[in-house]
């Protein structure tokens, strides 16, 4: 099926405009409510506009099923979850319940607009390139979560061509166990239709995360045994007709 040409276009181009004058609406509201807070008071409600103009429907499964206090955001945790489109991020931004920070690309903080409102909501660069400062991310993460703050990775650590699962990296498993937080896995299905790899064209459609039960910590022997145990929780979720 081709994809549409007009429609995206048009989306992407009045949506920059719309993502320009947020960011400005972002910092005006930053010295009141502080950076995250003028965020999510913003973000959210841009990305569901956006996400509409583009023919997304978003959904979420499973989320009712997860005790109270990980809904509620009381209890920190890690939410992984496979990769599968650009639009991952905020799309998740947009339809969890709680109020996550994520670990990003350090590339990202070099891109107008998107990249300052990222460093105005307080979220976690990590420059893959750089052992060191990458190392450094994730002991900012570490202190987040201590601290009582819900952590979502992508530990793929890109996207796929064809979406399938990427082998998952050890960073965000060797967090959770040391924090002793709980994994909770998530799959998305639909990204890859919605806006594959390399592509521009979006086409509208379903957006569906479904988070699946989480996984203590302390129930198993090392961070490379819940990696383990969270990637086929993963895999299942992605397999799961």
Not at 90 to 100: A, E, G, N, V, W
Not at 134 to 142: C, D, K, P, T
Not at 151 to 178: H, M, N, Q, W, Y
Request: proline share 9%; aromatic share 10%.
């Amino acid at each position: 099926m081709d994809r549409p040409v007009l429609r995206p276009l048009l989306v992407w181009i009045f949506g920059a405009l719309a993502l320009a004058l947020s960011v400005c609406l972002c910092f005006l509201l930053a010295p009141f409510l502080g950076g995250p807070g003028a965020f999510w008071l913003v973000a959210p409600r841009y990305i569901r506009g956006t996400a509409r103009a583009f023919g997304i429907r978003r959904e979420l499964e499973g989320w009712e099923a997860l005790p109270p206090d990980l809904r509620s955001g009381a209890r920190p945790a890690v939410f992984i979850g496979n990769h599968t489109s650009l639009f991952d991020p905020p799309l998740m931004i947009s339809t969890l319940p709680c109020r996550p920070v994520f670990v990003a690309k350090r590339e990202l903080a070099r891109v107008p607009f998107l990249g300052w409102v990222i460093w105005l909501a307080d979220f976690i660069f990590i420059d893959r390139r750089d052992r060191e400062a990458a190392l450094a991310s994730l002991e900012e993460a570490a202190i987040r979560i201590h601290a009582g703050q819900a952590i979502v990775a992508f530990p793929e650590g890109t996207r796929s061509l064809d979406g399938g699962l990427l082998p998952f990296k050890k960073g965000a498993f060797a967090l959770a166990f040391e924090a002793g937080v709980p994994v909770v896995p998530f799959a998305i299905r639909g990204g890859p239709d919605i806006l594959p790899k390399g592509a521009w064209r979006v086409r509208g459609g379903l957006y569906r995360i479904t988070v699946a039960a989480p996984l203590e910590s302390s129930a198993y022997p090392d961070a490379d045994a819940l990696r383990e145990a969270a990637e086929a929780a993963v895999r299942g979720l992605v397999n799961k007709a």
